[in-house]
């Protein structure tokens, strides 16, 4: 009998283990989604402050961020010229 005792005892200690190691995963997995919600978040407010200092300083050629904001302007004037020829073909 002391063999099935042995052996009742290791499968109960390796489903106590497995066990602890599902609920580690879970764990850990609740925590990355945490982390990449927050990093999701901290982009957005990356996006958000560059509009700000892009409408703020858009006008201002002296600005340290007006090299950037001609980039951004130029691009912004191609998509108009684009959506321009999108619009001719549709109608012809």
């Given at each position: 009998m002391a063999f099935f005792d042995k052996l009742g005892k290791k499968l109960g200690d390796a489903a106590e283990t497995a066990t602890e190691k599902a609920k580690d995963f879970a764990e850990t997995t609740k925590l990355n989604q945490a982390i990449s919600a927050e990093e999701k978040q901290i982009t957005q407010y990356f996006l958000d402050l560059g509009k700000f200092?892009?409408?703020?300083e858009?006008?201002?050629p002296e600005s340290p961020v007006a090299d950037w904001c001609s980039k951004i302007v130029s691009s912004q004037q191609t998509?108009?010229?684009?959506?321009?020829?999108i619009v001719e073909i549709k109608m012809d």
């Open positions: 200092i892009f409408e703020s858009k006008d201002n998509i108009e010229e684009l959506k321009r020829k």
